[in-house]
């Protein structure tokens, strides 16, 4: 008997506009395997999946699910035939509860509260089984990228998907939770169920996929068995041409330090202190880099540099100590006017207006220097699309519109509108937040180019990072951050993952030299 793909797409073509972002797309998946999608940002991997999620419908095509041809017109025809996705950017809601969250869309009757008991069990049994632990009521806004990250997660075993979609899940993952993540997808394969991973790290494709296909500008351009190909074939395979899977910099030149932190601290809205005593120093012409797991006071440290968070303690740049108040002396303006570009971790909550042109965001915080300005009453507009367009050329955005709004770029050119914004300040202190989360790898070669030439022209680089390696070859110096403290500082010659993962699991005496 002749096994049916668990999930089969014929001819699938979707258009935005004039921007082509799937042509005639074929793919077969068999059940119980892990196939993993590859492809650079706009490549049409996210749109492909929201069509067999119900959120769009193809222009042309068929899709089969167990051999049978079937409508997706919404993610609920979507979840009734067995398909459940965990989107890169969280579709949760940020006011409700975890459980509320779990089961919004998936009410078993006209009352709430026997949803709500039967899911809070259900939720119970399955963050036991999968070590996914979270706090049922915890409400989503007050918790860490990490934890929403499980959420979605537990969202689609809730609904009982055979078929889960998961794109770039481990974005927010420290290498200890994405490998929790794979034991649990190689389980739920053990159990017979389908799973396509959507994901830039040739790593991860290489070590869980069983399969892999390629996309390049909306087209398949490949489908390959995981253990014939290389991490090397594929980065070629993506972007047309061979790509360095390492970041290539010379030794770093340090000089006088740019960035002096002395015993911060800082309190949350409730009262949680959410950094101890942290001593820190950056100098000129050096990367520092911070790891550690998402919610252990990194974000806390980029929003009291950055100006949006108020803290105790001394803050110095290049000498002159910063206001951390907040106050119209203490805020983004004044940090800007200071010196200090702010790259931060969540690009579509705080470094970009979503329903604005990308030539609006590429001045967004600087649009009242002078050399935005037609005259003392109106921004010189024609000026700022033209500068746009050189940024765009410069970091490679594609499409390389100006006037198309932030919402309508991939996760990636998204990533590329930011930096291309703060490094071209030429600034003295750039404070980056996850710089290349969702991001394809031939992008993340480019932003990491783009971050070691700022360094080599002598200025000063925070960065903070979940991904390890991005750390350990991106940074001159490491700081690794667990529950608000710096746990110690290495150099990356003179450590590996293993004594960094002890450190940001917060154990101090076993690898203390």
């Known amino acids: 008997m002749t096994i049916k793909p668990a999930i089969e797409l014929r001819g699938i073509s979707k258009s935005f506009g004039p921007v082509q972002a799937n042509k005639d797309i074929t793919i077969r998946v068999m059940p119980g395997t892990i196939h993993g999608i590859i492809g650079e940002n706009g490549a049409g991997k996210s749109t492909l999946m929201s069509i067999l999620y119900g959120f769009y419908r193809a222009d042309a095509g068929e899709i089969f699910v167990d051999g049978k041809k079937i409508s997706i017109p919404d993610s609920q025809a979507a979840i009734g035939v067995g398909i459940g996705m965990v989107f890169q950017h969280f579709k949760l809601v940020e006011n409700f509860t975890v459980l509320e969250n779990i089961v919004l869309g998936a009410e078993s009757g006209a009352l709430l509260s026997p949803s709500l008991n039967k899911a809070r069990a259900e939720l119970a049994a399955l963050a036991s089984e999968y070590e996914l632990n979270v706090d049922p009521d915890a409400i989503i806004e007050d918790i860490g990228v990490g934890m929403q990250q499980r959420i979605e997660i537990l969202k689609a075993l809730y609904r009982k998907a055979n078929i889960l979609i998961l794109d770039e899940p481990t974005g927010v993952l420290t290498p200890a939770e994405a490998d929790q993540l794979f034991r649990i997808l190689k389980r739920l ?129 290049k000498g002159s100590e910063i206001d951390l108040t907040t106050s119209v002396n203490g805020d983004g303006q004044a940090r800007r006017a200071q010196g200090i570009a702010h790259v931060p971790e969540d690009r579509q909550r705080e470094g970009l207006i979503m329903d604005f042109m990308a030539w609006e965001n590429s001045v967004f915080g600087y649009h009242r220097e002078k050399s935005n300005q037609a005259n003392r009453f109106f921004m010189d507009n024609n000026a700022i699309r033209r500068e746009t367009e050189g940024k765009m050329h410069r970091f490679d955005v594609r499409p390389p519109n100006p006037k198309l709004t932030a919402k309508n770029f991939s996760g990636g050119n998204q990533q590329k509108i930011v930096l291309a914004r703060e490094i071209e300040r030429d600034p003295d202190l750039l404070l980056v937040g996850q710089p290349t989360r969702g991001v394809d790898i031939g992008a993340i070669e480019f932003i990491h180019q783009q971050i070691v030439a700022l360094r080599d022209r002598g200025k000063a680089i925070l960065l903070i990072s979940v991904e390890l390696d991005e750390i350990l070859s991106l940074s001159d110096k490491i700081a690794v951050m667990f529950d608000g403290k710096i746990m110690g500082e290495r150099l990356p010659s003179e450590t590996n993952e293993k004594e960094l993962g002890l450190l940001m699991a917060g154990v101090a005496e076993q690898v203390a030299q």
């Open 189 to 317: 394969r053990e159990e017979g169920k389908t799973i396509i991973l959507i994901t830039h790290k040739l790593r991860e494709i290489m070590d869980i996929t069983d399969t892999v296909s390629v996309m390049r500008q909306g087209e398949m351009t490949a489908t390959l068995e995981t253990n014939e190909t290389s991490p090397e074939n594929l980065a070629e395979l993506m972007v047309g041409r061979k790509v360095l899977l390492r970041v290539d910099k010379t030794p770093a030149k340090p000089k006088n330090p740019v960035l002096e932190i002395e015993d911060l601290n800082m309190f949350d809205d409730f009262g949680v202190q959410r950094l101890k005593n942290v001593n820190l120093s950056v100098r000129a012409g050096e990367i520092l880099g911070i790891a550690g797991v998402a919610g252990n006071g990194q974000s806390e440290l980029l929003e009291v540099l950055g100006g949006y968070q108020k803290a105790d303690g001394s803050v110095k740049v």
